[in-house]
């Protein structure tokens, strides 16, 4: 596959899922705040954003700053986690504009597609499942590989070396999408070209410079095949 302003063919694509496939972020934004009302958290609704595509680093240091207790944090976790995954299964959970019309184009052009999440191997499954776009997929990666290969998560390059490694393809053929500044670095530490959609966070001045293209969402860069 040829796309504009890209000197190789595609062959290979790897996509980010929370914020790039799905509009979970949102869901997650919304969970977080109605869980800190239920423990009656003094908590202000927009603090939440910067959650939005965080690291491992600045999810810790958030939860520093507005828990006590590691038991209030993972409790705060475990009821937004199971809000999201029960607003998920209520319908709540859509796919990004243009996402199923860019997978469909995408399999009859015969690229191989994959998914490297921060997320867990269960929420990816069952977000795959819900929205029936599983079969859209050679594979997917979770923390839960991150966990098992003892790598380090993004924005660390491991999980995309490691999803660039199982599709078997010069990693010059491959693409990474993102919608998440945190997932930008990983992929260009990576060494891989990266396309940015934004989510919820505009683009900083880093993220132009390490992302090959950042398009507004997938059918703009869907005009962009040539």
Known sequence: ????????????????????????????????????????????????????????????????????????????????????WEWTDQGKLKLQAGVRDALVEFKEKNIKLAIASSNYDEVVAHNLEVLKIKDYFDFYLSYKDVEAGKIKAKPAPDIYLLAAQKMQLPKDNLLVFEDSSTGVASASAA???????????????LDKKNATLICKDFYSFLKKIK
């Open 1 to 84: 596959m040829k796309v504009e302003n890209i000197a190789e063919p595609i062959e290979g694509i790897i996509f980010d899922m929370d914020g790039l496939l799905v509009d979970s972020e949102k869901l997650y934004w919304d969970a977080n705040i109605v869980a800190a009302k239920e423990a009656n958290l003094d908590i202000p609704d927009d603090s939440y954003l910067k959650l939005v595509g965080s690291s491992v680093k600045e999810m810790e240091e958030f939860y520093h700053q507005h828990f006590k207790t590691e038991a209030d944090r993972d409790k705060f976790i475990k009821r937004t986690d199971e809000l999201v």
């Open 191 to 205: 060494g891989l070209k990266c396309v940015m959609v934004p989510d919820l966070k505009q683009p900083t001045v």
